[in-house]
């Protein structure tokens, strides 16, 4: 069965209209669709009677208008974040992160079941690929995380997944999402995270899609890079740095770079000297993470005070940098962490 939240507005209307329904009919269904989410729709108050009978025929037999279910909930001891693990209608499982920290309401959204990408200090990588999520999936994940955050105006798509690995449903979930008749998030509060699919971030910049765009970089060598994140075989650092001054170009945006530190790895001066020549005349903020542990990998988050000394070198070499502070590694929700599992 097909989620009617896969449909935009448009196609709803269109397969309403074929019916024979009035919009006004579309109209309410919308409305509770994205805006009630957790209301019945049979017998709804604000549905007429031909809405009603065109949801007894459809709804439970070619379409479904399911949630995913909350597994399990764990929270922070700081109580800040929680972490979300959800069933979907195949019974694939999935997580998204909420987190609340000073008056701000951010959602961490999966965009597939697993992930393809087997980068090596994450957990999700670690687990393997099962499937792409469909835009109802990832506009399902919106409206659960509401439950825990009622004003939640800012998404991450930094969750299972590498977004534009699946980058059709992904990018229609996104037009449901800031639709301003349902949902209504602004696109400047949204971030695409990838670890660097070139065809991806080309297609983004063409399309002028109007999200943020952040790059999981982690290693400023092909070699390193290739070690820690495989799909750098595929797309190495020239070809992606091309892609990202492209980006640049056409959007006049800027990018934000993902920065993984890992003790011993690519927290030294050197490797602080390689990312500033790398990124030299683009228009880029360097984010520096801390690595968050998993029990797939043996590597060890840098100190703080290489931490800070890798942060000053940037600087130096006039390049935005700021400390991403780590949230959420208690219930292992932290990036990284995300594996599916209870
Ligand atoms: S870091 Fe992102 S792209 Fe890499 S394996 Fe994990 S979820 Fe996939």
Request: proline share 4%; charged share 20%.
């Amino acid at each position: 069965m097909r989620l009617l939240r896969d449909c935009s507005y448009a196609e709803l209307r269109s397969l309403m209209d074929t019916d024979g329904l009035a919009e006004v009919h579309t109209r309410a269904l919308w409305n509770v669709l994205m805006r009630a989410p957790d209301a019945e729709l049979d017998g709804h108050p604000r549905f007429l009677p031909p809405l009603r009978r065109w949801l007894q025929t459809h709804v439970g037999t070619t379409w479904s208008s399911e949630l995913p279910e909350v597994e399990q909930e764990v929270e922070s001891s700081d109580g800040h974040t929680t972490k979300l693990l959800l069933r979907l209608q195949d019974g694939s499982r999935i997580e998204t992160v909420v987190m609340r920290y000073n008056g701000r309401q951010t959602a961490c959204i999966s965009t597939q079941a697993g992930c393809a990408m087997g980068c090596v200090f994450c957990a999700t990588g670690q687990g393997g690929f099962s499937r792409h999520l469909s835009p109802g999936e990832v506009v399902g994940q919106v409206l659960v995380a509401r439950r825990w955050a009622t004003g939640l105006r800012n998404l991450v798509l930094m969750g299972m997944g590498e977004p534009l690995h699946n980058y059709d449903a992904v990018m229609k979930a996104l037009d449901i999402i800031i639709d301003t008749r349902g949902i209504n998030i602004g696109p400047s509060r949204i971030t695409i995270s990838t670890v660097g699919v070139v065809p991806g971030i080309r297609r983004m910049a063409d399309e002028r899609r109007p999200y943020h765009l952040a790059l999981s970089l982690h290693a400023a060598t092909d070699e390193k890079r290739s070690a820690l994140i495989p799909v750098n075989r595929k797309w190495p650092l020239r070809e992606l740095m091309d892609a990202c001054r492209y980006y640049c170009a056409q959007t006049q945006r800027r990018i934000f770079v993902e920065w993984t530190l890992i003790e011993g790895e690519n927290d030294s001066a050197q490797e602080a000297g390689r990312l500033s020549e790398l990124l030299s005349g683009m228009n880029v903020q360097i984010n520096l993470i801390p690595l968050n542990p998993t029990t797939g990998y043996s590597g060890r988050a840098a100190e703080s005070r290489a931490v800070r000394a890798f942060q000053e070198l940037i600087l130096q070499k006039g390049i935005p940098c700021t400390v991403r502070q780590r949230r959420g590694i208690d219930v292992a929700a932290g990036c990284g962490q995300l594996a599916g599992v209870a």
